[in-house]
Nanobody
Framework: QVQLVESGGGLVQAGGSLRLSCAAS????????MGWFRQAPGKEREFVAG????????IYVDPVKGRFTISRDNAKNTVYLQMNSLKPEDTAVYHC????????????????????WGQGTQVTVSS
């Protein structure tokens, strides 16, 4: 079955960096787009970044542009989120998600368009 397992979260001071990883299994990873979402306490889940199946296309939500980078290693079935210059408002549970729309070469940002989700990893940024 499809499994997505995130790791790499933790507590970091403002201005610091973290790299999240999401190990995927149970599907042909290189054939599908992937995304990262986050949910802060009391807030709705929001899209953070997405990457196409080849890795050639990426999109980001405006608040993280220039600070976060999404990437993938199809040989390792893993997607990454490098987070630099972290701010307290980045504090949230971060989830990776798989968009299993067969044959789709782009990348999407709506959570309703993603089919499978990991359990998440907590990121806390102190001021």
């Amino acid at each position: 079955q499809v499994q997505l397992v995130e790791s790499g979260g933790g507590l970091v001071q403002a201005g610091g960096s973290l790299r999240l990883s999401c190990a995927a299994s149970g599907f042909t990873f290189s054939s599908f787009a992937m995304g990262w979402f986050r949910q802060a306490p009391g807030k709705e889940r929001e899209f953070v970044a997405g990457i196409s199946r080849s890795g050639g296309g990426t999109i980001y939500v405006d608040p993280v542009k220039g600070r976060f980078t999404i990437s993938r290693d199809n040989a390792k079935n893993t997607v990454y989120l490098q987070m630099n210059s972290l701010k307290p408002e980045d504090t949230a549970v971060y989830h990776c998600a798989a968009d299993l729309r067969y044959g789709y070469t782009g990348v999407r940002s709506r959570d309703s368009e993603y089919d499978y989700w990991g359990q998440g990893t907590q990121v806390t940024v102190s001021s």
